[in-house]
């Protein structure tokens, strides 16, 4: 008996221990239980209600993207060639509009549409399918003007917003269209002056957030946050816009008559290289560029090249002259037909008998075979390099979409007929820019001036920075240049360009006409017919060029190219007000006995 109770105390004294072990870990375990309760519960009520009210707010925010300014195209003279205007695109929160009251009476969305149909002048039942549903953003109506924004702002029409965009419009039409280019429907540049200058003439856009209420409303309070936009700079041409719509509306006129496929006319300022017009024949209208053919959205001036035939007699001329291989009443007995000593054989345009001829006579008649005589003592090497300091086989610099080169293979690759063919301007392909340069250079004293068909870029504070001009070149001495320059009147007053003569003014240019390389297939299709010139000849002001494309009706360059040269310069003299010549020329010999 005393034994059992012993055992009994003995074992309630080895309980304590652990009963306060249990009992510990008990109120442990208590405590960390409140400690997560605790934390959770700080979560819920601190942390999780925190993202929850992000989440809210980010519902709530809006980013809008603010749309830089697209810099204008202007004439030289500040007309607008190119211009951006605003527009509005209505967007309907189709929850928010089936909500729309009238009087205190629920109208929802065919109410709004009533309403609507009125300034969007349309049937309610157009606007209904697009304002009925749930929705928080569907476009209702592009292209509002911010008149008639106005009118369906004042509806207070619930739901009912507008997002403003600009598109471009083109005040001029299509004066000069070809040169500026235009936009695609999604504002992408897509020909011309748009696209050479879309960088600059884009700016940067800018970003707003802002919250948006209920109803759709900016929070003026609310969390805000804006990027302001940078607008596009200006762009102003060197393009006289009057001369430039004459000269569109006499060259269309030409290519109308002669049945040519296309036409231009380039006039470019001899001491300035300025490109006051460059009218191509068919323009298009940027405003609406899907009228015309795709062939015809561009600028042929720039990227069209053909062969300039006899216009590039006037860099042999030069050439010869220059290196004093000849002089300008040299005497030549010319034949209509001439073999080289590779059996290559060469024929004038016309039959004729053998004709004692000057140097400037050759030059006068456009004779094939006599730049040939006079040629064949310029070498090989000296042809390619005058050809290539007169601008052919090199782009203008200009940066034109598309601007051709044009093509001069390296003397080392002519063939034995090519080496001949090149001095009376076949065998090599320029543009009608390319041609420009050519007597405008000759007119400038032999002095080369880079061509320039932009003035200057404007910040969109009105500033104006010029662009410069670029490095003038030597191409023929001064001597050269004015020698050449008096044939040159000659075929103008004597020659085959008897039909680019302007009253009361002196003129020197030449006549070309050249087979026209086949679209396809190879070989020739018709004719390019041209005329370059400038005047007043004694005093060089302006060098216009004057190019028809397959002519079907007279295709020879002193029918239908120099007629319209005549038009459009005597107007360009008017315009300008150069005044007339006052000093009768004293032209060379053209013949000898």
């Known amino acids: 008996m005393g034994s059992t109770t012993t055992r009994l105390k003995r074992k309630r004294k080895g309980d304590g221990p652990n009963l306060r072990l249990r009992m510990g870990f008990i109120a442990a375990v208590s405590v960390l239980v409140l400690l997560i309760t605790s934390v959770r519960l700080v979560s819920i009520q601190g942390m999780d209600s925190m993202k929850l009210a992000e989440k809210a707010l980010s519902n709530r925010l809006v980013t809008r993207t603010l749309p830089a300014e697209r810099g204008q195209i202007l004439a030289a003279d500040g007309t607008v060639l190119a211009d951006s205007v605003s527009r509005y695109q209505l967007v309907v929160d189709q929850q928010n509009v089936a909500q729309y009251e009238v009087d205190g009476e629920l109208v929802g969305a065919w109410g709004a549409a009533e309403a609507l149909s009125k300034p969007l002048k349309t049937d309610p039942g157009v606007l209904y399918p697009k304002l009925v549903g749930d929705k928080r953003w569907n476009p209702v109506a592009k292209g509002l003007t911010a008149e008639t924004w106005r009118e369906v702002k004042k509806l207070g029409v619930l739901g009912i917003s507008a997002e403003e965009y600009a598109v471009r419009s083109y005040p001029a039409g299509g004066v000069a269209g070809n040169l500026v280019g235009f936009l695609s429907s999604d504002g992408t540049a897509q020909a011309g002056l748009e696209m050479a200058y879309d960088e600059e003439l884009s700016g940067t856009d800018g970003q707003q957030q802002y919250e948006r209420g209920a109803r759709g409303e900016i929070i003026p309070l609310g969390d805000n946050n804006m990027k302001d936009a940078v607008d596009g700079q200006g762009l102003q041409t060197t393009i006289d816009p009057d001369l430039q719509y004459y000269a569109q509306q006499a060259i269309e006129e030409q290519r109308k008559k002669h049945k040519a496929e296309s036409a231009s006319i380039v006039i470019k300022e001899v001491k300035t290289g300025r490109i006051i017009t460059a009218a191509d024949a068919p323009t298009v209208d940027p405003n609406s560029p899907g009228k015309v053919d795709g062939d015809d959205r561009g600028s042929r001036i720039f990227t069209d090249i053909f062969e300039p035939g006899s216009t590039a007699k006037m860099v042999t001329a030069a ?275």
């Open 319 to 593: 050439a010869l002259l220059d290196q004093g291989l000849v002089t300008p009443e040299q005497e030549f007995t010319v034949p209509d037909t001439w073999a080289a000593p590779n059996d290559e054989e060469f024929r004038d345009s016309h039959d004729h008998p053998d004709e004692k001829l000057t140097f400037a006579g050759i030059l006068a008649e456009s004779s094939n075979t006599g730049t040939i005589l006079a040629g064949k003592e310029l070498p090989e090497a000296q042809r390619y390099a005058y050809m290539k300091k007169f601008g052919f086989g090199s782009s203008s610099g200009i940066g034109f979409p598309a601007e051709t080169a044009g093509i001069l293979h390296p003397y080392e690759e002519w063939d034995g007929r090519t080496k001949y063919t090149v001095m009376f301007g076949q065998g090599v392909a320029a543009n009608a820019l390319q041609t420009t340069d050519v007597i405008s250079t000759i007119a400038n004293g032999g002095v080369h001036v880079p061509s320039r068909l932009v003035d200057g870029m404007i910040t969109p504070n009105g500033r104006t920075i010029s662009t410069p001009a670029g490095e003038k070149e030597r191409v023929v001495s001064e001597k050269a240049a004015d020698e050449t320059l008096r044939m040159l009147e000659g075929v103008v007053a004597e020659g085959t360009g008897k039909s680019a003569q302007v009253s009361g003014y002196r003129v020197a240019g030449k006549t070309g006409t050249a087979q026209a390389p086949a679209a396809e297939g190879g070989g020739y299709d018709g004719y390019t017919a041209s005329f370059v010139g400038v005047l007043p000849a004694e005093d060089p002001q302006l060098a216009i060029s004057v190019t028809l494309q397959r002519p079907r009706k007279g295709y020879y360059g002193g029918q239908a190219a120099a007629p319209v040269f005549s038009d459009v310069a005597g107007f360009a003299m008017r315009h300008l007000k150069i005044p007339p010549s006052t000093e009768k020329p004293e032209l060379p010999a053209r013949e000898w006995k």
